[in-house]
């Protein structure tokens, strides 16, 4: 059982590039969402779903987008990185909005 | 809008030292509770939660949190740290309804560090 699998790991960008950080789960859960972590900053949530099809911003959301396609799988999208997103960006999912999130792994995302 | 608080940013104790972490949260209505653990270069995992019922609750590696509603407190706490307890722990709050206000809060994280 995978739980939670973020991909990729680690990545390089420079600055104006764009990329997609893919988040896939396999509990069946219903929420989805999408987090950085920034050093003395604690999790910050970028975007989340609460079903297929669905998507919501969060406490972060500009310079980033998502999808939930299916259900399994979260899509973030960074359009134009800027060195401000280099960061640890993490994903999870809950059932519920109020169960225990099950996280990833993270991806270190460095934008030079 | 809900806000949560951990007063410590770094403590660093010896091994079998007494350990309590704060947190304080800003919400006066219904909440959900949980206590999140980072090891180094992990993802968080899940100490413990306080939905409803008794206010002392009991997580694994022998961690235990104390509600007090009337400080909007949920203490961290463990009689006797281990060096493998190394980590930052990030205690995080959500109302217990929907819509966006309903999303997981998170404090800003205290790292502890134990000294063998």
């Known amino acids: 059982n995978a739980g939670v699998t973020q991909t990729p790991k680690f990545r390089v960008l420079k600055t104006g590039q764009s990329m997609t950080l893919l988040c896939a789960q396999d509990?069946?859960?219903?929420?989805m969402y999408w987090y950085r972590q920034d050093p003395g900053m604690g999790l910050r949530l970028i975007h989340y779903?609460?079903?297929?099809?669905?998507?919501a911003k969060g406490e972060v959301p500009d310079g980033y987008n998502v999808s939930r396609l299916k259900k399994q799988n979260f899509l973030l999208g960074l359009e134009s990185a800027a060195p401000s997103q280099t960061s640890v960006y993490f994903c999870?999912?809950?059932?519920?909005?109020?169960?225990?999130?099950?996280f990833g792994d993270g991806t270190r995302l460095s934008i030079l | 809008a809900q806000s949560v608080s951990q007063h410590n940013h770094h403590v660093i104790l010896s091994e079998a030292a007494s350990l309590e972490l704060g947190c304080n949260y800003s919400?006066?209505?219904?909440?959900?509770l949980f206590w999140y653990v980072q090891y180094p270069g992990q993802h968080l995992q899940l100490l413990l939660k306080?939905?409803?019922?008794?206010?002392l609750v009991k997580g694994i590696k022998g961690f235990e949190a104390e509600f007090i509603k009337s400080k909007f407190s949920f203490n961290l706490r463990k009689p006797s740290v281990q060096w493998s307890d190394t980590a930052e722990y990030f205690c995080?709050?959500?109302?217990?309804?929907?819509?966006?206000?309903?999303?997981?809060?998170f404090g800003k994280g205290t790292k502890l560090s134990v000294k063998p």
């Open positions: 999870a999912s809950s059932p519920t909005r109020n169960q225990p999130q099950h």
């Open positions: 509990m069946n859960h219903e929420y």
């Open positions: 779903s609460v079903g297929e099809g669905t998507t």
């Open positions: 919400y006066g209505g219904t909440v959900n």
């Open positions: 306080y939905f409803s019922g008794d206010p």
């Open positions: 995080a709050v959500n109302a217990g309804y929907g819509g966006s206000q309903g999303n997981l809060i």
